[in-house]
Every structure is written in structure tokens, then in C-alpha cells.
């Protein structure tokens, strides 16, 4: 099982009642799944004429209370912006999963990690947020998914599921389980068919003065409270560190065995692994440096993330970068070198 | 001893709209309302409405409802209707709506088949945004973005949506009415009643009824002499009369 249908079955065990999408690679492998498995489970697998209309059948099954989710690679996600928007505004529960891909344009068909601003900063319009998830392994990309449709239903949100090309397609033993899930308000907002209570009405639009404000304030609220409690990170021997590297997702990977390697050179060297990428784990980032210390981010681009390491760095710290962008994959040496140069260690 | 001959459907409500004077959504609104109290489906009925000068349109049908993005509502509606068949699902879509932005996802809910019912409200022009041009603005009518009229070789020709639509074996039911005249008024709303009834029943399609609307304020037009224009001009452009099912 790869990575894609992984993820397909763990959203299945999720509880996910509806899966649109259209084809693009590299997740080929998960609308494939989800057409024969949906079906076996009696839900609910369209395939739809265009990303655009994914979503939003993704935002009519949301509407009427359904777990629902879609998935896709860049250029598809590209399209998906107005529904992402629009979902955001009417404070729907969404699961959308980005393999990523290269671009910009057309780009190509090998793993990136170019769409960190698209997915951290909101590509489409207005004022909202999105919470990312950023796994680095075939199992923590099938932990993701119970997560991100629990996130979704408590705080009404989009939340993404920032995968790539080689998680998607990676095999990896795994573990799948149907775990405990949050305890999650009722969606008495939900469409389904005024009986004896009043109308409900999922909308998005605002046009009484100070009316769109005071929603945008209620989401900023909502996006505080999403900041506060449920900033996921990971790090490993910081605390000694000279030189601390920064990465999400498989260039994590990557990085943990250059940072193995320079220990084993004597280099003071950790890292640090943001899992959620929004809320970003600023504080940790932060608190690392507080001591001096280099910070190197590694991203498979030519440098998103490092923008809200600095953020969170605040000029304490020099923050260095080091990325391959358009589907090249930085090597565990190309990595140890930079740690090397950084920590003005000559090259063995 | 007096007696009530005409009242208001209990799923519209009291209140007054925000159209001009003369506009056929009010119209078309009632008659969805009457359809609605009449077949006994309000508690299991979920609206979509549009884009466009009807967006507003929960604010006057007592029905559960969702304003989603510009052409999307037949993608939305398959969302839903897929995850809840036992739900009565109908969009409710202008000519800009529908008929441009839109074209690709009504064509592939009617080309899937979905079990929805579709009111196209079709006045030949963008209302909300001012008066521009649509894909079944007429030939010579003057717009916004045709000042000197619509021509052929520029704009190329009204889009008869209804005539593509029922050339898809998705399709089931197709009707295009107007609202021109009270026993026009009547036809559309027995279209609209059939449409709804032919989801009720479950039957395995889609069905849209057009409705050829009025709206004066764009066509600088008195709304007497709109329904006159509707009547005698865009009817010759778009024929009445059922064209599937």
C-alpha cells in the first residue's frame, strides 16, 4: 500500500462520507482507491469534471453536516482556491490533501514542497486561515487524517493535509486503526431540511455594515484558539545544538540523517520538525533562539518555510537556507555539507 | 361571509424583497414557495441559491439554504443530494450564473445525471452587477459591455442552454417557460412542480425548468413594456415549450 492509498483508507476509517476529486499525479492512487473501497463502505465516491467542482461538492456535502474531503496535486489545488475560500467564509469542515508536485505552471510530476505559501497563507481571497498538516511518513500521513477531519468538524475549518510526491507514493509499513476521536460539537448549523426548527442558512456573504467585520472577528478569534491548542512540532537534541535545522515533511527526513551524521563528525547539531505548518510553531522556534545559534532551514524549494522561521527567529539568529526546488531532492550529504560549512567545520 | 381566495404560502415570508420594481424574481420565488407547501417537502428541501441579484433568496423562501460560489450550484448540489438522496435538492441559478461561469458544472451534473431540479432564471442579462452582457443577451440588445448591442461576429450568439441540455440522455426533463402573462405565470409553475415531483419520485436525472424573467431596470424598460418585450421579442429567440421528457 503507498502512501495515497494509505491515506485513503485511514480517511475511510475516519469516518469520511464522501471523497470527490479528479485525476492528477502523483495522487492518482487515491481517487482509484477511494472508487472501489468507497462504494464497498456504501458511501459516497464522484468523480467530479474539474477540481473546481470537487470542492465544491466537497462544500455541498460539508453544508448538509457530511464528512467530506477531496484530493489533489498543485495545479488542481490552484483551482480549489475559490471553494477553500468560500468554505473558510462559510465555516465549513473540509479535508483537502495536497501531493504535492513541482510548479510553478504546469511544472512537472516529481515531489516539491512548493506550495508552503499557498497552503500556510490562504491562496485564495479574504481574510482566513487554513490549518496544514506536514507529515513526513507514510504512517503520520495516515495519523493525519483522523486528525485533520477532527480539526475540521470542532473548528469548522479547512484543514490540509501538505503531503508530496514521495509520500504519495512511498511504501512504508504502517499501522491502521480506528482510534478514539475528539469529542465534537453537534452540527446543529447543518442543512438538512427545515422541519420544526428554524431555517438554517450556510452563507458567506456579509453586506450590512460592520456585518462582514464582525465575522472576520469571530474567525480571528476561532484562528486564536487554533493557534493556542493545536501547534504540533517535533525536535531532537536542541538543547547543546550550534547549528539547528529547520524542515517539514520528507525533507525532514533527509535532514535527521544529515544531523545523525554531523553528531557523529562532533558537530552540535539538532533540528527541529514543524508538523502543523499552520498554526507554525513559532514559540518553539523562538525559544531555540533564544541561545545563539545558526539556524539552517532545508525545503524542497527555493525557500517558503524559512520566511516564518525568521518570523519566529526575530533577527536573534542568523537563518541560513538551503533548498532544491522544481522536483530535485536535497542528498543527506548535500545537507551535512551546508552544516558542515555553517560550522566552518572543513569537509572530511 | 368572507372568505381568504389568495394568501401568502407559508415558505415565503413576510417581507418585502429587495428587486426592483417589476423584476421576475419575486415571481418565480412565490411560485417555488407554493410548490414547496403544496408537495409537503419543506422539512426535507435544501435550496442553492446563486451569485447574482438572487443570492439573497433565503432571506425571502422559510427553507434551508446555502450562497455558494458563482456557477457552482449544480456541484454543490451533487454534493449533496449524493450524500443525502432522501433530500429534495434544487438550485435556483441566473442566466450569468449558469449559463457562463457555470456552463461546465450544469453541463456535467446533467451529464452525470444528477437528481437535482434546476430553476434558470433567465433574463438576458447580468442584474447585480449592472446590466452587462450574458451569454443569451440578445442580438442588438444594448448593455453595459455592448454599447453599440450584441453582435454575432463580436459576441457570438445567445446561448440556448435548455436546447444543449436536453441533448444529454442525463437530462430527463427540460422545459423553458415565461413569466410574461398570469397564464404563463401558471405554465411555469406547473413546470416547476413537475421538476420538483420527478425528484420526489426518484426518477434518474436531472430536470431543469428555464424561465424567461424580466428585469427592467437593464433593459431600460418600463416593466409593463418588459413583459411585452419578453412576450413578443426574447420568446422568438427562446421558444416556449417542453424540449425533453
Known sequence: MCGNEALAESAIIAGCDAYFGYPITPQNEVPAYMARRMPEEGRIFVQSESELAAINMVFGASATGKRAMTSSSSPGISLMQEGISYLSGAELPAVVVNVMRGGPGLGNIAPSQSDYFQATRGGGHGDYRTIVLGPSSVQELVDCMPLAFDLADQYRMTVMVLADGILGQMMEPIVLEKKQGRKLPPKDWALTGAGCRKQNIVRSLWLPEGSLEELNNKLLNKYKQVEKNEVLCEEYEVEDADIVVVAYGVAARIVRGAVSRAREEGIKAGWIRPITLWPFPFEQISRAADEFRIFLVVEMSNGQMVEDVRLAVTGKAPVMFYGRPGGGVPTVDEILDQIRQLTLRPKT | ?245
Request: contains cysteine.
Open chain 2, 1 to 245: 361571509m368572507m372568505k381568504t381566495v389568495f394568501k401568502r404560502t407559508p415558505t415565503l415570508k413576510d417581507c418585502p424583497t429587495h428587486y426592483c420594481p417589476g423584476c421576475g424574481h419575486g415571481i418565480a420565488h412565490r411560485l417555488i414557495a407554493e410548490i414547496i407547501d403544496e408537495l409537503d417537502i419543506r422539512n426535507r428541501t435544501i435550496g442553492i441559491a446563486p451569485v447574482g441579484c438572487a443570492v439573497l433568496a433565503y432571506d425571502y423562501l422559510d427553507v434551508d439554504m446555502v450562497e455558494v460560489a458563482h456557477g457552482r450550484p449544480p456541484a454543490v448540489a451533487t454534493g449533496m443530494k449524493r450524500t443525502n438522496p432522501d433530500k429534495i435538492i434544487f438550485s435556483y441559478q441566473g442566466d450569468g450564473d449558469l449559463a457562463s461561469i457555470g456552463a461546465a458544472e450544469i453541463l456535467h451534473a446533467g451529464h452525470r445525471g444528477e437528481q437535482i431540479t434546476v430553476i434558470f432564471i433567465n433574463n438576458a442579462v447580468y442584474g447585480m452587477t449592472g446590466g452587462q452582457m450574458a451569454p443569451t443577451t440578445m442580438l442588438d440588445q444594448v448593455t453595459a459591455t455592448t454599447p453599440k448591442g450584441r453582435s454575432a461576429i463580436e459576441q457570438g450568439y445567445p446561448l440556448q442552454v435548455s436546447e444543449l441540455l436536453a441533448t444529454l440522455p442525463g437530462t430527463i426533463y427540460i422545459e423553458r417557460c415565461a413569466l410574461s402573462s398570469v397564464a404563463r405565470v401558471r405554465k411555469t409553475k406547473k413546470a416547476i412542480k413537475h421538476a420538483f415531483e420527478l425528484q420526489l419520485e426518484g426518477a434518474e436525472g436531472m430536470s431543469m425548468v428555464e424561465v424567461l424573467s424580466p428585469c427592467p431596470t437593464y433593459w431600460r424598460m418600463s416593466p409593463v413594456k418588459a413583459m411585452e418585450w419578453l412576450e413578443n421579442s426574447m420568446t422568438k429567440v427562446f421558444p416556449l415549450g417542453r424540449l425533453k421528457g
